[in-house]
Protein backbone atom coordinates (compact mmCIF):
# COMPACT_ATOMS: atom_id res chain seq x y z
CA UNK A 1 0.00 0.00 0.00
CA UNK A 2 1.58 3.64 -1.03
CA UNK A 3 0.53 6.63 0.56
CA UNK A 4 1.79 9.34 -0.48
CA UNK A 5 3.11 11.28 1.95
CA UNK A 6 2.07 14.90 3.17
CA UNK A 7 -1.14 13.95 1.05
CA UNK A 8 -4.45 12.96 2.81
CA UNK A 9 -7.06 11.09 0.59
CA UNK A 10 -10.70 11.24 1.19
CA UNK A 11 -13.64 9.41 -0.01
CA UNK A 12 -16.52 10.84 0.10
CA UNK A 13 -19.95 9.12 0.04
CA UNK A 14 -22.55 11.28 -1.41
CA UNK A 15 -25.12 11.50 -3.97
CA UNK A 16 -26.23 15.08 -3.62
CA UNK A 17 -24.07 17.33 -6.04
CA UNK A 18 -24.62 20.11 -4.12
CA UNK A 19 -23.50 18.41 -0.70
CA UNK A 20 -20.33 17.49 -2.72
CA UNK A 21 -19.43 20.97 -3.74
CA UNK A 22 -19.85 21.97 -0.21
CA UNK A 23 -17.82 19.35 1.21
CA UNK A 24 -15.02 20.32 -1.53
CA UNK A 25 -15.40 24.32 -0.46
CA UNK A 26 -14.87 23.48 3.08
CA UNK A 27 -12.19 21.61 2.64
CA UNK A 28 -10.39 23.80 0.19
CA UNK A 29 -9.66 26.14 3.09
CA UNK A 30 -8.61 23.93 5.47
CA UNK A 31 -5.24 22.94 6.76
CA UNK A 32 -4.53 19.73 5.48
CA UNK A 33 -3.17 19.19 1.94
CA UNK A 34 -6.04 16.23 0.64
CA UNK A 35 -7.20 14.49 -2.40
CA UNK A 36 -11.12 14.26 -2.43
CA UNK A 37 -12.45 11.01 -4.22
CA UNK A 38 -16.68 10.79 -4.63
CA UNK A 39 -18.57 7.96 -4.70
CA UNK A 40 -21.76 8.94 -5.54
CA UNK A 41 -23.79 5.76 -4.04
CA UNK A 42 -22.59 2.89 -2.61
CA UNK A 43 -21.86 0.56 -5.62
CA UNK A 44 -19.40 2.52 -6.52
CA UNK A 45 -18.47 3.33 -3.05
CA UNK A 46 -17.54 -0.29 -2.62
CA UNK A 47 -16.04 -0.64 -6.18
CA UNK A 48 -13.44 2.11 -5.37
CA UNK A 49 -12.94 0.25 -1.96
CA UNK A 50 -11.89 -2.96 -3.32
CA UNK A 51 -10.34 -1.08 -6.85
CA UNK A 52 -12.59 -3.20 -8.93
CA UNK A 53 -13.16 -1.95 -12.73
CA UNK A 54 -12.16 1.70 -13.65
CA UNK A 55 -10.69 2.00 -9.47
CA UNK A 56 -7.96 -0.85 -10.41
CA UNK A 57 -4.49 0.56 -9.22
CA UNK A 58 -6.09 3.24 -6.97
CA UNK A 59 -4.84 3.86 -3.60
CA UNK A 60 -7.40 2.93 -0.18
CA UNK A 61 -8.81 6.04 1.39
CA UNK A 62 -7.48 7.82 4.67
CA UNK A 63 -10.80 8.50 5.72
CA UNK A 64 -14.24 7.84 4.26
CA UNK A 65 -16.73 10.21 4.85
CA UNK A 66 -20.33 8.40 3.85
CA UNK A 67 -24.17 9.78 3.39
CA UNK A 68 -26.30 6.87 5.04
CA UNK A 69 -29.63 7.40 2.14
CA UNK A 70 -27.54 6.41 -0.94
CA UNK A 71 -29.05 5.21 -4.30
CA UNK A 72 -28.60 1.67 -4.99
CA UNK A 73 -26.84 0.53 -1.94
CA UNK A 74 -27.72 2.32 1.08
CA UNK A 75 -24.72 3.76 3.44
CA UNK A 76 -25.59 1.41 6.10
CA UNK A 77 -24.78 -1.87 3.80
CA UNK A 78 -21.55 0.09 2.81
CA UNK A 79 -20.91 0.48 6.69
CA UNK A 80 -21.30 -3.25 7.16
CA UNK A 81 -19.75 -4.60 4.40
CA UNK A 82 -16.56 -2.15 4.43
CA UNK A 83 -16.54 -3.31 8.63
CA UNK A 84 -16.66 -6.57 8.06
CA UNK A 85 -13.72 -6.90 5.45
CA UNK A 86 -10.50 -7.50 6.60
CA UNK A 87 -8.88 -5.91 3.84
CA UNK A 88 -11.13 -2.17 4.50
CA UNK A 89 -11.75 -2.28 8.25
CA UNK A 90 -9.59 -0.47 9.52
CA UNK A 91 -10.40 2.89 7.37
CA UNK A 92 -12.13 5.35 9.92
CA UNK A 93 -15.62 6.07 8.71
CA UNK A 94 -17.09 8.86 9.76
CA UNK A 95 -20.93 9.04 8.70
CA UNK A 96 -22.21 12.52 7.45
CA UNK A 97 -25.96 12.80 7.21
CA UNK A 98 -28.99 14.88 7.43
CA UNK A 99 -30.57 12.22 9.69
CA UNK A 100 -30.42 13.79 13.38
CA UNK A 101 -32.64 10.11 14.21
CA UNK A 102 -31.50 8.06 17.25
CA UNK A 103 -32.39 5.03 15.13
CA UNK A 104 -29.91 5.66 12.90
CA UNK A 105 -27.40 6.76 15.15
CA UNK A 106 -27.57 3.77 16.91
CA UNK A 107 -27.33 1.69 14.04
CA UNK A 108 -24.13 3.31 12.57
CA UNK A 109 -22.36 2.92 16.03
CA UNK A 110 -23.73 -1.01 15.83
CA UNK A 111 -22.50 -0.83 12.23
CA UNK A 112 -19.02 -0.09 14.14
CA UNK A 113 -18.69 3.71 12.58
CA UNK A 114 -15.92 5.49 13.83
CA UNK A 115 -18.35 8.77 14.60
CA UNK A 116 -21.48 10.15 13.80
CA UNK A 117 -21.84 13.74 12.56
CA UNK A 118 -25.43 15.09 11.96
CA UNK A 119 -24.94 17.88 8.59
CA UNK A 120 -26.17 21.59 9.83
CA UNK A 121 -28.25 23.47 7.23
CA UNK A 122 -26.06 26.58 8.28
CA UNK A 123 -23.25 26.63 5.78
CA UNK A 124 -20.90 28.34 8.73
CA UNK A 125 -21.14 25.45 10.78
CA UNK A 126 -21.29 22.61 8.11
CA UNK A 127 -17.33 24.80 7.46
CA UNK A 128 -16.44 24.38 11.19
CA UNK A 129 -17.67 20.83 11.35
CA UNK A 130 -15.74 19.56 8.11
CA UNK A 131 -12.55 21.35 9.61
CA UNK A 132 -12.95 19.45 13.13
CA UNK A 133 -13.13 16.58 11.24
CA UNK A 134 -10.08 17.64 9.25
CA UNK A 135 -8.52 18.72 12.11
CA UNK A 136 -9.03 15.67 14.63
CA UNK A 137 -8.68 12.77 11.96
CA UNK A 138 -6.35 14.04 9.49
CA UNK A 139 -4.14 15.65 11.37
CA UNK A 140 -4.33 15.00 15.46
CA UNK A 141 -5.01 10.92 15.45
CA UNK A 142 -2.58 8.38 14.44
CA UNK A 143 -3.71 6.46 11.05
CA UNK A 144 -2.53 3.10 9.97
CA UNK A 145 0.20 2.70 7.16
CA UNK A 146 0.78 6.61 7.99
CA UNK A 147 3.90 6.42 10.03
CA UNK B 1 -90.06 -23.71 23.80
CA UNK B 2 -90.93 -20.35 21.97
CA UNK B 3 -89.33 -18.63 24.53
CA UNK B 4 -86.70 -20.43 24.68
CA UNK B 5 -86.05 -20.30 20.62
CA UNK B 6 -86.32 -16.55 21.72
CA UNK B 7 -83.20 -16.52 24.06
CA UNK B 8 -81.21 -18.15 21.93
CA UNK B 9 -81.74 -15.74 19.00
CA UNK B 10 -80.77 -13.22 21.16
CA UNK B 11 -77.95 -15.14 22.55
CA UNK B 12 -77.00 -15.63 18.54
CA UNK B 13 -76.93 -11.61 18.41
CA UNK B 14 -75.09 -10.76 21.30
CA UNK B 15 -72.31 -13.31 19.86
CA UNK B 16 -72.87 -11.74 16.67
CA UNK B 17 -72.11 -8.32 17.53
CA UNK B 18 -69.21 -9.18 20.13
CA UNK B 19 -67.72 -10.65 17.03
CA UNK B 20 -68.53 -7.98 14.46
CA UNK B 21 -66.64 -5.59 17.51
CA UNK B 22 -63.95 -7.50 17.13
CA UNK B 23 -63.45 -7.87 13.66
CA UNK B 24 -63.73 -3.83 14.02
CA UNK B 25 -61.36 -3.26 16.38
CA UNK B 26 -58.67 -5.37 14.93
CA UNK B 27 -59.45 -3.31 11.58
CA UNK B 28 -59.14 -0.15 13.67
CA UNK B 29 -55.57 -1.51 15.34
CA UNK B 30 -53.99 -2.44 12.23
CA UNK B 31 -55.61 1.14 10.30
CA UNK B 32 -53.84 2.73 13.82
CA UNK B 33 -50.61 1.07 13.02
CA UNK B 34 -50.36 1.56 9.35
CA UNK B 35 -51.07 5.39 10.16
CA UNK B 36 -48.21 5.18 12.49
CA UNK B 37 -45.65 3.88 10.47
CA UNK B 38 -47.21 6.23 7.91
CA UNK B 39 -46.09 9.42 10.34
CA UNK B 40 -43.06 8.03 11.43
CA UNK B 41 -41.95 7.71 7.25
CA UNK B 42 -43.13 11.51 7.48
CA UNK B 43 -41.27 12.53 10.25
CA UNK B 44 -37.88 11.04 8.87
CA UNK B 45 -38.70 12.74 5.54
CA UNK B 46 -39.17 15.96 6.83
CA UNK B 47 -35.98 15.75 9.34
CA UNK B 48 -33.60 13.84 6.80
CA UNK B 49 -35.13 14.74 2.88
CA UNK B 50 -36.35 18.37 3.45
CA UNK B 51 -33.24 19.01 4.84
CA UNK B 52 -30.88 18.28 2.25
CA UNK B 53 -32.31 20.74 -0.56
CA UNK B 54 -32.15 23.51 2.43
CA UNK B 55 -28.76 22.95 2.88
CA UNK B 56 -27.99 23.26 -0.79
CA UNK B 57 -29.51 26.81 -0.44
CA UNK B 58 -28.64 28.20 2.57
CA UNK B 59 -24.83 27.10 1.77
CA UNK B 60 -24.32 28.12 -1.81
CA UNK B 61 -25.80 31.89 -0.71
CA UNK B 62 -23.61 32.00 1.68
CA UNK B 63 -20.84 31.36 -0.93
CA UNK B 64 -21.95 33.75 -3.08
CA UNK B 65 -21.77 36.41 -0.59
CA UNK B 66 -18.25 35.05 1.02
CA UNK B 67 -17.06 35.05 -2.27
CA UNK B 68 -18.60 37.09 -4.43
CA UNK B 69 -19.94 39.84 -1.71
CA UNK B 70 -17.61 42.21 -2.37
CA UNK B 71 -18.62 42.77 -5.73
CA UNK B 72 -22.23 43.17 -5.02
CA UNK B 73 -23.92 45.92 -3.47
CA UNK B 74 -27.47 47.26 -3.39
CA UNK B 75 -30.13 44.61 -4.03
CA UNK B 76 -28.25 41.96 -5.10
CA UNK B 77 -27.09 41.42 -1.89
CA UNK B 78 -30.59 42.34 -0.32
CA UNK B 79 -31.80 39.78 -2.40
CA UNK B 80 -29.40 37.30 -1.52
CA UNK B 81 -30.15 38.35 2.25
CA UNK B 82 -33.54 37.48 1.88
CA UNK B 83 -33.03 34.09 0.59
CA UNK B 84 -30.68 33.34 3.29
CA UNK B 85 -32.75 34.17 5.99
CA UNK B 86 -35.74 32.44 3.98
CA UNK B 87 -33.67 29.08 4.67
CA UNK B 88 -32.31 29.81 7.78
CA UNK B 89 -36.62 30.20 8.83
CA UNK B 90 -37.12 27.09 7.18
CA UNK B 91 -34.76 25.47 9.40
CA UNK B 92 -36.15 26.72 11.94
CA UNK B 93 -40.27 25.86 11.40
CA UNK B 94 -38.57 21.98 10.86
CA UNK B 95 -36.99 22.02 14.40
CA UNK B 96 -40.28 23.05 15.36
CA UNK B 97 -42.33 21.10 13.52
CA UNK B 98 -40.41 17.83 14.71
CA UNK B 99 -40.50 18.94 18.08
CA UNK B 100 -44.48 18.62 17.79
CA UNK B 101 -44.15 15.58 16.20
CA UNK B 102 -41.98 14.04 19.18
CA UNK B 103 -43.69 15.46 21.81
CA UNK B 104 -46.94 13.32 20.12
CA UNK B 105 -45.17 10.51 20.53
CA UNK B 106 -43.20 10.88 23.25
CA UNK B 107 -42.96 8.49 26.35
CA UNK B 108 -44.76 10.24 29.19
CA UNK B 109 -44.30 9.69 33.14
CA UNK B 110 -46.67 10.43 35.72
CA UNK B 111 -45.64 12.04 38.76
CA UNK B 112 -46.40 14.66 41.02
CA UNK B 113 -44.72 17.92 39.28
CA UNK B 114 -44.84 21.32 41.58
CA UNK B 115 -45.62 24.08 38.94
CA UNK B 116 -44.71 26.92 40.98
CA UNK B 117 -41.58 26.05 41.98
CA UNK B 118 -41.20 25.63 37.77
CA UNK B 119 -42.30 28.68 37.36
CA UNK B 120 -40.52 31.14 39.21
CA UNK B 121 -36.93 28.75 38.03
CA UNK B 122 -38.18 29.17 34.34
CA UNK B 123 -39.07 33.04 35.34
CA UNK B 124 -35.62 33.29 37.14
CA UNK B 125 -33.91 32.22 33.85
CA UNK B 126 -35.80 34.87 31.68
CA UNK B 127 -34.51 37.44 34.00
CA UNK B 128 -31.64 36.86 34.30
CA UNK B 129 -30.56 36.42 30.33
CA UNK B 130 -32.74 39.30 30.12
CA UNK B 131 -31.58 41.66 33.32
CA UNK B 132 -32.14 45.10 31.61
CA UNK B 133 -36.48 44.66 32.02
CA UNK B 134 -38.23 45.35 35.50
CA UNK B 135 -41.25 43.21 35.22
CA UNK B 136 -43.19 42.56 38.41
CA UNK B 137 -43.66 38.81 39.22
CA UNK B 138 -46.28 37.08 41.18
CA UNK B 139 -46.31 32.76 41.50
CA UNK B 140 -49.00 31.67 43.37
CA UNK B 141 -47.11 29.06 46.03
CA UNK B 142 -48.05 25.79 46.24
CA UNK B 143 -49.38 24.83 43.17
CA UNK B 144 -48.77 21.19 41.86
CA UNK B 145 -50.65 18.64 39.66
CA UNK B 146 -49.73 14.95 38.18
CA UNK B 147 -48.17 14.72 34.87
CA UNK B 148 -44.89 14.65 33.07
CA UNK B 149 -42.40 16.97 34.20
CA UNK B 150 -40.30 17.82 31.64
CA UNK B 151 -43.11 18.11 29.29
CA UNK B 152 -45.07 20.56 32.30
CA UNK B 153 -41.72 22.33 32.25
CA UNK B 154 -42.13 22.75 28.23
CA UNK B 155 -45.55 24.15 28.74
CA UNK B 156 -44.56 26.88 31.39
CA UNK B 157 -41.80 27.60 29.82
CA UNK B 158 -43.53 28.58 26.28
CA UNK B 159 -46.61 30.02 28.39
CA UNK B 160 -44.63 32.38 30.31
CA UNK B 161 -41.64 32.99 27.45
CA UNK B 162 -44.83 34.16 25.49
CA UNK B 163 -45.71 36.70 28.22
CA UNK B 164 -42.39 38.24 28.78
CA UNK B 165 -41.87 38.27 25.17
CA UNK B 166 -45.75 39.85 24.40
CA UNK B 167 -45.23 42.61 27.43
CA UNK B 168 -41.93 43.61 25.72
CA UNK B 169 -43.58 47.09 24.70
CA UNK B 170 -45.82 47.27 27.81
CA UNK B 171 -44.83 50.16 30.62
CA UNK B 172 -45.00 48.36 33.42
CA UNK B 173 -45.05 44.73 32.62
CA UNK B 174 -47.07 41.73 35.10
CA UNK B 175 -47.00 38.53 34.41
CA UNK B 176 -48.43 36.38 37.26
CA UNK B 177 -48.94 32.62 37.48
CA UNK B 178 -51.94 31.61 39.85
CA UNK B 179 -54.57 28.47 40.29
CA UNK B 180 -58.66 29.13 38.99
CA UNK B 181 -61.42 27.15 39.63
CA UNK B 182 -63.92 27.16 36.65
CA UNK B 183 -66.79 24.93 36.92
CA UNK B 184 -65.25 22.65 39.48
CA UNK B 185 -62.30 22.40 37.25
CA UNK B 186 -58.60 23.51 38.19
CA UNK B 187 -56.94 25.78 35.71
CA UNK B 188 -53.42 26.72 36.04
CA UNK B 189 -52.61 30.37 34.26
CA UNK B 190 -50.35 32.98 33.45
CA UNK B 191 -51.65 36.35 32.77
CA UNK B 192 -50.04 39.34 31.37
CA UNK B 193 -50.77 42.73 30.51
CA UNK B 194 -49.00 42.73 27.58
CA UNK B 195 -49.73 43.14 23.38
CA UNK B 196 -52.97 40.99 24.03
CA UNK B 197 -54.69 39.35 20.68
CA UNK B 198 -57.67 40.64 18.86
CA UNK B 199 -60.80 38.98 20.43
CA UNK B 200 -62.34 35.86 18.61
CA UNK B 201 -58.54 34.92 17.24
CA UNK B 202 -58.08 32.18 20.73
CA UNK B 203 -58.75 29.30 18.25
CA UNK B 204 -56.17 30.48 16.02
CA UNK B 205 -53.43 30.85 18.17
CA UNK B 206 -53.45 27.24 19.03
CA UNK B 207 -52.89 26.02 15.43
CA UNK B 208 -48.41 25.29 14.33
CA UNK B 209 -47.44 28.47 12.29
CA UNK B 210 -50.32 30.69 13.04
CA UNK B 211 -49.02 33.63 14.52
CA UNK B 212 -51.65 37.34 15.11
CA UNK B 213 -48.56 39.61 15.36
CA UNK B 214 -45.81 40.92 13.02
CA UNK B 215 -42.38 38.87 12.93
CA UNK B 216 -41.03 42.17 13.05
CA UNK B 217 -43.09 43.52 16.62
CA UNK B 218 -42.61 39.99 17.86
CA UNK B 219 -40.20 37.52 17.02
CA UNK B 220 -40.88 33.93 16.25
CA UNK B 221 -42.51 30.86 14.36
CA UNK B 222 -45.82 30.29 16.00
CA UNK B 223 -45.24 27.02 17.39
CA UNK B 224 -45.28 27.34 21.22
CA UNK B 225 -48.75 27.15 21.60
CA UNK B 226 -49.27 24.95 19.38
CA UNK B 227 -47.04 22.27 21.47
CA UNK B 228 -48.93 23.87 24.51
CA UNK B 229 -51.73 22.26 23.32
CA UNK B 230 -50.41 18.85 22.08
CA UNK B 231 -48.90 18.14 25.59
CA UNK B 232 -51.97 19.25 27.27
CA UNK B 233 -54.02 16.82 25.12
CA UNK B 234 -51.84 14.41 25.70
CA UNK B 235 -52.37 15.21 29.66
CA UNK B 236 -56.22 14.69 29.42
CA UNK B 237 -56.61 17.97 29.91
CA UNK B 238 -57.37 21.37 28.03
CA UNK B 239 -56.52 24.86 27.29
CA UNK B 240 -58.36 28.15 26.86
CA UNK B 241 -57.02 31.80 26.06
CA UNK B 242 -58.39 35.22 26.49
CA UNK B 243 -57.04 38.38 25.83
CA UNK B 244 -57.77 41.73 24.29
CA UNK B 245 -55.47 43.70 21.79
CA UNK B 246 -52.93 46.08 23.73
CA UNK B 247 -54.63 44.80 27.26
CA UNK B 248 -53.08 41.61 27.97
CA UNK B 249 -53.45 38.14 27.79
CA UNK B 250 -54.31 34.79 29.94
CA UNK B 251 -53.72 31.15 29.56
CA UNK B 252 -55.04 28.51 31.45
CA UNK B 253 -54.93 24.97 31.16
CA UNK B 254 -56.21 21.93 33.13
CA UNK B 255 -54.87 18.61 33.53
CA UNK B 256 -56.82 15.37 33.37
CA UNK B 257 -56.87 13.29 36.91
CA UNK B 258 -56.23 9.82 35.39
Redo the contacts between chains.
Keep these: MKKTPGRMDILLVEDNPGDVELVREALSNGGVKNVLHVASDGVQAMRFLRKEGEYAGRILPDLVLLDLNLPRKSGREVLKDLKSDPALQFIPVIVLTSSKSEEDIIQAYCLHANCYVSKPVDFNQFVNIVHSIEDFWLSIVKLPFRH | MYRAEIVMADREKVVDSADNQERTLNKLQARLAEVEQELDFLT ?1 AI ?3 L ?6 L ?3 S ?2 LVRKYGDNLEGQPLDYLKRILSG ?2 RM ?1 TMIEELLKLSRVGRAEMRREQVDLSALAATVLDEMQAADPGRPVEIEVEPGLSCMGDQSMLRTVLHNLLQNAWKFTGGTPSPHIRFFAWINEGQRFYCVRDNGAGFAVGQADRLFRPFQRLHLETEFPGVGMGLALVKKIIQRHDGTVRAEGEEGAGATFCFAVGDT
Design positions: YSHDRAPLRTFGFTLAAE
